[in-house]
């Protein structure tokens, strides 16, 4: 099979016939061999009454639904280990992503040995205030921490070679920074290409500001992970030993200072930077410890991501 399209829905009944018809469409016309996983993450408007009935029509419209709304990132991952074709690509299901884009997508897997190409939607079609101009920023940082040259990381439209997508996790709501997990797994091969992106018809956006504060959590927790998820103790004991070293220093400078009996030890601000740096220090080492006692139990601790075997 060429192509799996993964569709991650929640209240989108209204756009799925429109969407079908258009993939279709597109398909035909380029001989592709296809799928289409349609995920729903716990609709309440009959989006699965419509997904049942294309599966009807044409089986290769398969249906995945939650119980309920679990997000955006839990339906790319359910989606990603059912997918069965070589390319993978994922697209909303708002219309907002237009499967015209699909067959160069999938070019630039196949011939130009891409493991990962991610849409740019230059031209938005979103309100200002509310995404472009904080995307844009969100995208700068992502890009600056990251090293990864993208202009729209968070595009949901994207194409995967099969191998990406069966060797990562997207979790929480880490979708926006699938880019960053698969360089972190090995598939540096990573490009762009500008898409066209559309007005939402129907229905409504399903995330509001909360998405900026959040988003940059989850950026600062996953270049924690990616640097020290195996490590955890390289993170807490250099800051926890440079804490030790500040208050050792505090430490010495007011006992000289006692014994030259200049000061009463606790009238000095040194004896409290001591103090606290010692302990400050402590409690760092003692964060390290427990990470590494959490990573040590991980199922995942020894998971390597083996490319070829003979
Ligand atoms: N989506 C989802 N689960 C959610 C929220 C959104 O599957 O909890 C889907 C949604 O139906 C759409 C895609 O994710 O297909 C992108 O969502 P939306 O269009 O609301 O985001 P925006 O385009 O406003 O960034
Ligand atoms: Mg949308």
Redesign the pocket.
């Known amino acids: 099979m060429d192509l799996s399209i993964i569709?991650?829905?929640?209240?989108?009944a209204e756009?799925l016939l429109h969407l079908a018809e258009w993939i279709d469409r597109v398909m035909r016309e380029h001989g592709l061999s296809y799928e289409v996983v349609m995920?729903?993450?716990?609709?309440k408007d009959g989006s699965w009454q419509v997904i049942e009935d294309l599966h009807a029509a044409n089986p290769a419209y398969r249906g995945i639904k939650f119980r309920r709304?679990?997000?955006?990132s839990?339906?790319?991952n359910t989606g990603f280990a059912a997918a069965q074709g070589d390319v993978v690509i994922t697209?909303?299901?708002?219309l907002?992503d237009s499967p015209d884009e699909v067959p160069e997508l999938r070019r630039m897997i196949v011939d130009d040995g891409y493991d990962l190409v991610s849409g740019w939607k230059k031209k938005r079609y979103?309100s200002k205030l509310a995404?472009n101009i904080p995307s844009k920023l969100f995208n700068a940082t992502t890009r600056h921490l990251s090293g990864i040259h993208l202009h729209d990381f968070?595009c949901?439209l994207k194409a995967y070679r099969r191998d990406v997508v069966k060797s990562i996790e997207v979790y929480g709501e880490m979708h926006r920074y699938i880019p960053v997990i698969a360089k972190w797994a090995g598939f540096s091969k990573i490009g762009e290409k500008v898409v066209q992106h559309r007005k939402?018809e129907f229905?409504?956006?399903?995330?509001g500001m909360n998405?900026f504060l959040n988003g940059y959590l989850d950026l600062m927790s996953i270049m924690f992970m990616s640097r020290f998820g195996k490590q955890p103790m390289h993170f807490f004991g250099a800051i926890g030993s440079l804490s030790f070293l500040l208050g050792f220093v505090a430490l010495v400078l007011v006992l000289a200072l006692r014994i030259c009996g200049r000061i009463a030890l606790t009238n000095s601000v040194w004896f409290y930077l001591s103090m606290l740096f010692l302990v400050m220090g402590t409690m760092l080492f003692l964060a390290g410890f427990i990470g590494e006692l959490v990573c040590r139990n991980s199922p995942t601790r020894n998971q390597y991501l083996i490319e070829k075997e003979l």
């Open positions: 569709v991650p829905l929640y209240n989108e756009s995920v729903d993450d716990g609709s709304n679990y997000g955006k839990a339906a790319l697209m909303d299901a708002d907002q979103d995404k968070n949901g939402r229905g409504v956006t399903k995330f998405r």
